[in-house]
């Protein structure tokens, strides 16, 4: 609060929330390469589709930045949404409807 005391107007982006959404978008697009990755060993076609939705995930995260005024627009929040429903859908689609598994093995 420095910039209170000092009579300047505050920071354009307190906290770095920018930066940290974009880290959150990063890390989310790396654990779904990597769990992409790792069903490519059990199933071609899981792991396949995984890696394409990773793709489609990092694509929301460019989308939803904000624009100049730092104001989120509603189209892009919309089509993430979508995105985001679509993605659960497949997920579960590929769950119900894959292969069987075995369970899991520690």
């Known amino acids: 609060m420095r910039w209170l005391r000092a009579g300047r107007a505050p920071p354009a982006d307190p906290g770095l929330a920018r930066e940290r959404t974009s880290l959150a978008w990063t890390r989310t697009v790396i654990g779904f390469a990597a769990i992409g990755a790792a069903l490519l060993h059990k199933s071609v076609t899981a792991g396949v589709a995984v890696l394409v939705l990773s793709g489609v995930v990092q694509a929301c995260g460019r989308l939803g930045r904000p624009g100049e005024a730092g104001q989120a627009r509603s189209g892009p929040l ?27 093995r520690l």
Do not use: C, K, Q
């Not at 579960?92 to 069987?100: E, K, M, N, T, Y």
């Open 78 to 104: 919309l089509i993430i949404a979508l995105a985001v429903a679509g993605i659960a859908l497949a997920a579960l689609a590929i769950a119900v409807f894959g292969p069987p598994s075995s369970g899991l």
